[in-house]
T-cell receptor
């Protein structure tokens, strides 16, 4: 099955600086890679996703890059703000048998924005 | 629309007790999922369903059962609660296959402690 590794587990950056979170995956059949943000005590929410037919996708201050050959993808947040403080999870399609069964999640990165 | 609604929000069980976590969605979504999130970890798929009457196991199904008699409801049953089942449980849904572009919507979670 799919295995998703996420680094770092904790990331502290100064407000206004950039943050980068990296994930690797094991199943070369995976083609869909979403990122979720989870604030303390809240549900995970999708913030951006990327499919294997593109190498990069941007949405305002957030971007995701994908390297299918190396099987890794990254989340980039520029001009970080206090409201970016949260736990971020990467995920990849999970396959078994006949098709995709859902998502396999990384363990999460606790992003701390220092004022 | 209320989205994905989970009940209860909190529950404490004794070892060996049984309970059902309720999940309902009012978005006419075909796909529904149950995930568990252990402290400091990502979400792991317990069971999922691609439509009424159809369920399938995820990564960590042992100790759980599900049913999908209607499109709206996807309850998760714990028959003999064990301390290892202490976790936060998230129900989620999507209109179609998330790997084809459908977004995953999460409920607000159920915090379960087994003592």
């Amino acid at each position: 099955g799919e295995n998703v590794e996420q680094h770092p587990s904790t990331l502290s950056v100064q407000e206004g600086d950039s943050a980068v979170i990296k994930c690797t995956y094991s199943d070369s059949a995976s083609n869909y890679f979403p990122w979720y943000k989870q604030e303390l005590g809240k549900r995970p929410q999708l913030i951006i996703d990327i499919r294997s037919n593109v190498g990069e996708k941007k949405d305002q201050r957030i971007a995701v890059t994908l390297n299918k050959t190396a099987k890794h993808f990254s989340l980039h947040i520029t001009e970080t703000q206090p409201e970016d403080s949260a736990v971020y999870f990467c995920a990849a399609e999970m396959y078994s048998g006949g098709g995709a069964d859902g998502l396999t999640f990384g363990k999460g990165t606790h992003l701390i924005i220092q004022p | 629309n209320a989205g994905v609604t989970q009940t209860p929000k909190f529950r404490i069980l004794k070892i060996g007790q049984s309970m059902t976590l309720q999940c309902t969605q009012d978005m006419n979504h075909n796909y529904m999922y149950w995930y568990r999130q252990d402290p400091g970890m990502g979400l792991k798929l317990i069971y999922y369903s691609v439509g009424a009457g159809i369920t399938d196991k995820g990564e960590v199904p042992n100790g759980y059962n599900v049913s999908r008699s209607t499109t709206e409801d996807f309850p998760l049953r714990l028959e003999l609660a064990a301390p290892s089942q202490t976790s936060v449980y998230f129900c989620a849904s999507s209109y179609g296959d998330i790997v084809r572009g459908e977004k995953l919507f999460f409920g607000s979670g159920t915090q379960l402690s087994v003592l």
